[in-house]
């Protein structure tokens, strides 16, 4: 007999922004066809009568296992706070990364989040938390030598022992090199990570220019903005996932958007830490940068949830600039899927024959979208993620009918692990 490798879905009767309704065959974690009436054999069919389908949503920046540390320390100065949020992470371990990354990879499923950008510590652990949780990541190992020489060259063989040992995580993680910022990490190991990222085609992941002080420190120091220090450096390109971005002047946004490099926005995070609200969304559309948005880690936007973070940052958007129009919802929507799809190197985002079967079904029978007169609308300015019903990722269901496999057990260890590490530092 004919052993059959490929696992295939159907998902019959699901609903379009405009309200008509499809089909999707999904084979081997692969879009084959979209339409009416469509009839094909699957290992199973999804009923999604009722519901309205999206793609997966992309988390473009953030700390996941920083989860453990929702809540702990609030309302306080970014300078301040890091301090305080340094003395607990010291603690960590591997069972502390595992259960932490674990539970945001279920916070993530709920908000419809199929993909996230992270940059934190023991990236194999972490590797092992996505590849349970069956989401999609970019982990990134992080330089962080804060002027330190030995840390200088420990850095180094971190990052490359981590490279060998992701050579066997699954095809859905990815490993790539972050740079944790440009005053924290030395001119001479910021080029090392890019040559070393660049030599073996991985991501490289960076925070620029996330608050006026770290702009006005590097410009006593160098005479630059950092957006300019790194370009004078060849660090800029199409592989650069860049977090934060939110104090550029012209010729920054000039050369963000020549090297097409994808910006993630993290609007919640900057509004909470009080760092600034002025991002320069159009601008930087303008100019050519792949803008994205992203949550941060929890300690400083308390959660994951894309959806959210979607409406913050159009209702930003237009209060800041004194403009309805900008940040539309068509924009918008591209932003948390199809941009951090190109920015992590996936050919998703999309809901087409050809592209990764990464999508959420939405369930519409709530308040929010009644009445239905625009599906997006309702989706991002009245309803919250409690309207994710289902998740498909890779092309297999990951949440249904907002169940997530282990979630009691994640939702207990997460817990435990939380508590143990904060008593380290009490
Ligand atoms: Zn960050």
Known sequence: MERRDK??????????????????HIEDGIIVKVGENVTAEADRVLDACGKYVIPGMYNMHTHAAMTLFRGYRDDMK??????????????????????????????????????FVDMYWHPDVTAQAVKDSGMRAVLTSCLLDAGNEKTKVNDRLKCEKAYADSLKWPDTVRFGVAVHAPYTVCRENIRWAADFARERNLLL???????????????AQYG?????????????????????GLWLDDEDVEILGR???????????NLKLASGHAFRYEELKRAGANVTLGTDGCSSSNNLDVLEAMKTASLLQKGWRRDPESLPLGELMDMATVNGAVGCRVKGGVLAEGYAADLALVDVH???????????????????????????CDGKVVMEGRKVKDEDEILEKGAENAARLIAKVH
């Open 259 to 269: 090297n097409r490099v994808t910006v993630a926005h993290n609007v919640n995070s």
């Open 366 to 392: 709530s308040p929010a979208f009644v009445p239905n007169l625009n599906f997006l609308s309702n989706l991002v300015y009245a309803a919250d993620s409690s309207c994710i019903d289902t998740v498909i």
């Open 224 to 244: 630059k903005s950092p957006v300019k220090m790194l370009d004078e450096m060849g660090f800029f390109g199409e592989d650069v996932i860049l977090a934060h």
């Open 205 to 219: 992941n960076i925070h620029v220019s996330e608050t006026d002080k770290e702009n006005e420190d590097c410009m």
């Open 78 to 115: 970014l300078f301040e706070w890091l301090q305080q949020i340094w003395a607990v992470e010291a603690h960590l371990d591997d069972e502390a990364i595992y259960w932490g990354t674990r539970l945001a990879c279920l916070e993530m499923l709920r908000s419809g989040t199929v993909c």
């Open 7 to 24: 696992y295939t879905l159907l998902i019959r009767n699901a609903r379009r922004y405009d309200g008509s309704r499809v089909d999707i």
